[in-house]
């Protein structure tokens, strides 16, 4: 099990990169080395956040959607650079990582938005989480799956 501390690095990492790659529009492949000459991490540290990065990147389109679902009265074109990679990041480990509780990715992604964010982000960050938590508990429960009686 990775520690809880190692994951958090990782995830501010994963969030400098990926706010520095949305906002130049570079091809992440061709920067992400570059990227961790720049920015020296421990080897857990380093894996866990291009795990990340990878994932976010791989997924982007899909992620955009559920966080565009999840919005209450916000036009996507409103979200930060840095609200927006911080949501790709808590999206995809909340879908594609099974060994992180969405609870655990949504607590995550208000506290690097503490740090990291507006104002007002932490608040705007768990309000989309849980409706991304709520779309997906609902989707996935074996109740939605039973509904139809045959």
Known sequence: MIHPHIRRAARERAL???????LTQ???QEILEDFWQQNPSRPSIRAYGEKLIRGVCAH?????????QALDRWSPER???VERA??????YEMLHMPDVPPSVA????IEVSKRFGAEEAPRFINGVLDRVGRTHV????????????T
Request: proline share 2%; charged share 25%.
């Open 86 to 91: 911080i949501l790709r990041i808590a999206v």
């Open 26 to 28: 570079y091809n992440w």
């Open 79 to 81: 979200i930060g650079y």
């Open 106 to 109: 949504i607590n995550e992604a």
């Open 138 to 149: 609902a989707a996935d429960s074996p109740a939605a799956e039973g509904d139809e009686e």
């Open 60 to 68: 982007q389109a899909e992620l955009d959607e559920e966080i565009h």
């Open 16 to 22: 400098q990169f990926l706010y520095g790659q949305d």
